[in-house]
């Protein structure tokens, strides 16, 4: 069984492919391009109980690698909400090449020999957490594969089901909120 690719839209590949000419002016063409739906948790979403099927659609990110080695991430708005596509950012380096070794190293899990997946991207404002979402098509439990964490208990070399991520990620929540102001002076 696949991890499937999730098509974006034509109006969203024509602003991120609009937005990388006016980035980069003339180039050549992706080696592989992925596009993954972002969706977020909040704070005190996860604090609350929230799983990983309240998550939010927030925009996409496309993925890339290109002809000399460089990999990116582009950050788009999701049309739904604002009405059309926006460009957020453009990132290049390791911020962009860990995502993207672990889009292609999801490919080849266990799980996802067996069973059917859809790729998504996961973020966590509250707890700086972001991860690779593979959104499970069936009646099984999602994965996690974290790529950036300020949670020293969560690896970002882990591949985690829906429940061992939730257990570690939670009670970090739990604690970053209950530290949270109401006070609007406060930071």
Not at 19 to 41: K, M, N, R, T
Not at 64 to 93: H, K, L
Not at 95 to 100: M, S, Y
Not at 110 to 135: K, M, N, R, W, Y
């Amino acid at each position: 069984m696949p991890v499937e690719a999730i098509a974006p839209s034509p109006q969203v590949l024509a602003t991120y492919q609009a937005s990388l000419d006016d980035y980069f002016g003339p180039h050549a063409p992706e080696v592989q391009l992925f596009h993954l739906p972002v969706g977020i948790l909040s704070l005190e979403q996860l604090a609350t109980g929230a799983t990983l099927a309240d998550v939010v659609a927030s925009g996409c990110r496309f993925f890339a690698a290109w002809p000399n080695g460089n990999v990116t991430s582009c950050e788009m708005t999701n049309p739904t909400i604002y009405g059309t596509a926006d460009f957020r950012n453009i990132v290049q380096g390791d911020p962009a090449r860990i995502p993207f070794r672990r889009i292609l190293e999801s490919h080849g899990l266990d799980e996802t020999q067996t069973a059917s997946f859809a790729l998504h991207f996961l973020s966590i404002p509250g707890v700086h957490f972001e991860g690779v979402h593979l959104v499970h098509q069936g009646d099984g439990s999602d994965l996690v594969l974290p790529v950036l964490s300020w949670d020293l208990d969560i690896a970002t070399d882990a591949v985690l089901g829906e429940d061992a991520f939730l257990a570690l990620v939670r009670p970090f929540a739990a604690a970053r909120a209950a530290l949270a102001s109401a006070d609007p002076l406060s930071s």
